[in-house]
């Protein structure tokens, strides 16, 4: 991998983080604080798990983008 790919990977993975915490944070929290079901689950606590989970995804994804088959880890 080379310097400059690094430094992309880098930037991505703040963004994520940034986006992340951001998305976990008070003010998008309490829009899905309702009392309502969706599909049998509260609202806030499908938001956290799909966040979770998208920012999870998001992560792996930029970690495995750009290696090489044959490139250690």
Aim: glycine letters at 6%; proline letters at 4%; one cysteine or more.
């Amino acid at each position: 991998m080379n310097h400059q790919s690094a430094d992309r990977k880098k930037q991505r993975l703040l963004a994520l983080c940034i986006a992340g915490f951001i998305a976990l944070n008070y003010p998008l929290l309490s829009l899905f604080d309702q009392a309502e079901l969706t599909l049998g689950i509260p609202v806030l606590f499908l938001y956290l798990f799909l966040v979770w989970a998208v920012i999870i995804s998001l992560i792996a994804l930029v970690m495995e983008t750009g290696q090489e088959p044959g490139e250690e880890r």
